[in-house]
């Protein structure tokens, strides 16, 4: 080989070696089942935000004539993609529809959880002293109670509507946002952040509101996201056993519960919703952990 053939044979190497190098920090920055997982996220968040568009029919429409229809990966026709259930409904605008329910439920409980117990959180780690001795209270008991027991007896006695069953929902993992937020405020109290803004005459609204909870927001996502999947299937198991989202509205969970009693004859009717439910919590719950390795600083 030539001098100058080796010489620029050396540059095209480095720009090779440079490249892989490259290709392997962003494959270690967002891993391929990161991708794959924010995607579906995406994918679900159009479906629920333009449900009513993307529904090829009405879900609650009958079609006595095309009942238990199989979808086309079976046999069916493409009239009804994904086949029809018991009453000939499309069970693809069921689906869309219920994908909406499900995660618009989930949201809102995630929400009130988060808010409820960040608040306390920060109250019982401002106040100290009877206050978090109640909180910690709180906390002990709704931790030693089966969440599952409380939400079967409140809608047995108080009876069922979309609100109050969100509301029921958003009681649920509150304590872990409480503990948190109260461990980092106690420490963001002890740091000289905090004790510098307080000697600078700052209030607790704006101590808490515009430096701690800035700093402590990355932990608290990340329990949001580990907490959004959990109320999705607690709310998809008490649709399947009747006390959850009652027709004529319609969620993943009542997909399912009616779908068991024709698992034999149409099983499309059932497992179509239970994929989705299984995808869409191992997303989440992928994404969790990437925002933890992420943001989490004692794991680097």
Do not use: C, K
């Not at 010489?7 to 967002?30: D, F, I, K, Y």
């Not at 029921?168 to 905090?194: D, P, S």
Request: charged share 15%; aromatic share 8%; glycine share 8%.
């Amino acid at each position: 080989m030539a001098p100058q053939d080796a010489a620029a044979a050396v540059p095209s190497a480095a720009a090779a070696v440079e490249e892989r190098g490259r290709l392997a920090r962003a494959l270690e920055a967002w891993p391929p089942g990161v991708l794959l997982a924010l995607a579906w996220i995406a994918t679900m968040l159009v479906v629920a935000l333009f449900a009513d568009s993307l529904a090829p029919y009405s879900f609650t429409a009958l079609d006595l004539r095309g009942r238990l229809l199989p979808p086309v990966f079976m046999g069916g026709s493409w009239t009804h993609l994904l086949g029809s259930d018991e009453l000939g409904r499309d069970v693809l605008s069921r689906l869309i529809v219920s994908i909406r329910m499900s995660v618009l439920i989930a949201f809102g409980a995630t929400v009130i959880s988060a808010v409820l117990g960040t608040t306390l959180g920060l109250l019982a780690a401002h106040f100290r002293g009877r206050v978090e001795q109640v909180v910690l209270a709180l906390v002990d008991f709704q931790a030693s109670m089966p969440f599952l027991i409380i939400a079967l007896s409140v809608l047995a006695f108080l009876g069922n509507s979309l609100p109050l069953f969100v509301a029921l929902m958003g009681f649920h993992g509150w304590e872990r946002y409480a503990r948190i937020a109260r461990g980092l405020t106690i420490a963001a109290n002890e740091q000289g952040y905090a004790s510098a803004v307080r000697q600078l005459g700052a209030g607790p609204a704006r101590i808490y509101g515009v430096h701690v909870l800035p700093n402590i927001a990355s932990t608290l996502i990340v329990t949001a996201t580990l907490t959004f999947p959990e109320i999705i299937l607690l709310e998809s198991g008490l649709s399947f056993l009747g006390l959850g989202v009652q027709p004529p509205l319609t969620s993943l969970g009542n997909m399912v519960g009616y779908g068991r009693e024709y698992l034999t004859r149409a099983p499309w009717i059932m497992l179509t919703p239970s994929a989705t439910i299984v995808l869409t919590t191992l997303s989440i719950s992928l994404v969790g952990d990437w925002l933890r390795d992420r943001l989490d600083p004692t794991l680097r």
